[in-house]
């Protein structure tokens, strides 16, 4: 089981009204749990302080 923990970034994702300094744990490819400061053991952990963690962005623009 690979795992991962995401620390100290700050967590934007207006879709689930989420928009705060929180951690976010994933196992098997699944966001497993959200909350400030989880601890535990993990396989690898980022420090994302200072910056901004969103499920994604999507660049949605052309070029004529």
């Given at each position: 089981m690979a ?57 949605i623009?052309?070029?004529?």
């Amino acid at each position: 089981m690979a795992s991962m923990l995401i620390h100290g970034g700050h967590l934007l994702s207006p879709a689930d009204k989420l928009d705060a300094k929180l951690d976010l744990r994933i196992e098997n490819n699944t966001i497993a749990e959200i909350g400030p400061n989880l601890k535990g053991s993990t396989d690898t952990t980022l420090d994302a302080k200072g910056q901004i963690v969103a499920p994604g962005f999507v660049d949605i623009h052309i070029h004529l």
